[in-house]
């Protein structure tokens, strides 16, 4: 009989389609995808995939710069409802009146930000290249970076650009606290910590490490080191897992609430039926997608 792995394979290949997947998301997702990565890495092969269907198994602002990046193929989000904590419906009335307030003001929105955001914006960036991006705006620039303050100020800890942000911030991070992580490295006194940077700047004068999750995982695998507090959304630690593959390697997680709850509402029935019926798809209007498209590609152009 044949199993649900094997009908999502064959209609892949009848769809002609091709799945990514963010590394936050389910094992059973990262096993069957063809391509796993961070934002920045997905963002790259929906730019160049030939596929005429993009399976996107993250969170609907991936999807959404997917369909922006690659109008001419058909881009499914099997979990429809997948959305991001980090922002929400008044992120941009918020960042509208900022720019109203300050009209000298360039913006640059993380890609964790609706479509509509990312259309005003002036370029985009990711966790693995926000500070190259921030780097490229002229050396007088008043920046406001959305919509989040912890990887703005990390990066602003690393250039010399004038960086303004607003409140928000993705709650699984953000939560994670100096006495909960201080704990786990009293168990593990050997072990490096690796962290996103999305975390608050208190915690991150608390790791060895820190970088996107394809940097982590990276990092993981190069060093010599043999145990890691892992201080990021736990689906990592299936990359980890792959890429240290026989290495004799241990990860601890900082803490255990780190779970995206929206990045854990795809399963494989839902990839089953969304190859079966290409539905729920993300069609970003043509109008905002324009817009927005330049600000992802200035980003891509970025080296
Ligand atoms: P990266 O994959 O770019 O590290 O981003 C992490 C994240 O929180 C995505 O939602
Ligand atoms: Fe958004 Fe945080 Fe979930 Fe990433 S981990 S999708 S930033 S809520």
Redesign the pocket.
Known sequence: METIEDEILRLKEERNAVILAHV?QPDEIQEIADFTGDSFKLSVEASKTDADVIVFCG?RFMAETANILSPDKITLLPAEDAG???FDDTLLPRVKAELAAHPEYRLVSYV?TPASVKAISDVCCTSSNAVKVIESMPEDAEILFVPDPNLASYTAERTTRHIHVLEGG????GNLRTDVLQRVKDEHPGALVLMHP?CRPELRAMADYIGSTSGIVDYAAASDCKEFIIAT?MGVFYQLEEACHRQGKTFYPASRSML?V??KKTNLTKVRDALRTLEPRVVVPEDVRKKAHAALSRMLEIK
């Open positions: 936050y969170v991001c904590q980090m964790n993705c709650p699984i991070h999305e959304e995206c929206n990045m």
